[in-house]
């Protein structure tokens, strides 16, 4: 029930106490957690950046519509994704798990060629809307890690892409803004959410069971 009884806890945190610091240990498990993200054909499409620099933090604050948080939180997490598919990337990360699982180079070939088939009819701009997807996988993993641990996060997509993509350099390397995740611990007086209920449709109204 631990991850159940988290998942109730945690909640989008508006309010962060900027004296307390998350360890680095813990930051290393939400960082592993989100490296195990299963992703669309095992491509790892995206990336996660960690920010613990008042001043860079203080940069993004007016970016992000003024949202305090990314500056008073302990670390922020930046989700990075691939701005577009390339025969190189398609073929680098396969190599490098066919060479991890000592399988000969090749050994997908006939797959990675659906792929590139795929992928290549697209346009760049359907490609990121792919890899993104991705890092919203990793960001849900992400939340679950910190909950288990205790520690408060907020998912944001309250930000301006493209001015945070400029100011991170992600252009020159291929990769676009997805998402941020503060991460820290609640100022509960301060924050007007801390003490609201959590609001979730009934379970009836959410799953609807197939069965037989
Ligand atoms: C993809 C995504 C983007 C979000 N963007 C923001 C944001 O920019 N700022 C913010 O304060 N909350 C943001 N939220 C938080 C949601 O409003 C919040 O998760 C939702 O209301 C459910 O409440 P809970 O997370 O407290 O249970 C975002 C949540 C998600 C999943």
């Known amino acids: 029930m631990a991850l159940l009884d988290n998942l109730t806890w945690r909640y989008a945190t508006k309010k962060y106490d900027s004296t307390k610091v998350v360890s680095e240990e813990n930051i290393d498990k939400i960082v592993e957690a989100t490296r195990l993200t299963p992703t669309s054909s095992g491509l790892q499409q995206f990336r996660v950046l960690v920010i613990k620099n008042k001043e860079l933090q203080n940069q993004i604050v007016p970016i992000s519509y003024d949202q305090q948080i990314v500056a008073d939180c302990s670390h922020l997490l930046v989700f990075v994704a691939w701005d577009s598919y390339t025969e190189k990337r398609i073929d680098d990360i396969y190599d490098f798990t066919t060479d991890e ?28 809307v792919h890899t993104s997807k991705q890092a919203y996988i990793g960001l849900g993993l992400a939340i679950a890690q910190a909950a288990e641990l205790n520690i408060d996060s907020t998912p944001m997509e309250g930000f301006e892409n493209d001015k945070l993509d400029e100011l991170l350099n992600l252009k020159e390397q291929g990769l676009r803004s997805v998402l941020m995740l503060p991460l820290g611990y609640r100022d509960t007086e301060g924050d007007w959410l801390s003490s609201m209920k959590k609001v979730r449709i009934s379970t009836e109204d959410f799953v609807t069971k197939i069965y037989e």
């Open 101 to 128: 699982r000592e399988l000969p180079r090749g050994r997908f070939t006939s797959y990675t060629d659906r792929l590139k088939q795929m992928f290549f009819a697209q346009t760049e701009e359907e490609h990121f």
